[in-house]
């Protein structure tokens, strides 16, 4: 699908990352949004759209500063990892 047909191209990627941090919040919570395909769609796009600003999307820093979220080391990134029991 290329970038003009995209199911998320007709809206405005502030409120696209505004959703995207809200339910990225939540996922602890809500674990079956990991698998929605509404969330990888959503993430996907984003990724593509920050890409294309240059932005390295597997540095978690620069994915945070970009989507406008709290810039969070890695060190304490993993500190406050809490453990997925999907059993």
Known sequence: M???????ASFDAPDLKLIYRTLHASLMENVELMDSEFFTDLQGWLRTLAA??????????????????????????????R????V
């Open 2 to 8: 290329s970038e003009g047909q995209h199911r998320f």
């Open 52 to 81: 294309g600003e240059g932005v390295d999307t597997s540095d978690h820093s620069q994915w945070d500063a970009w989507l406008g979220g709290k810039v969070v080391d890695c060190q304490t990134r993993l500190e406050g990892r």
């Open 83 to 86: 453990n997925l029991s999907l």
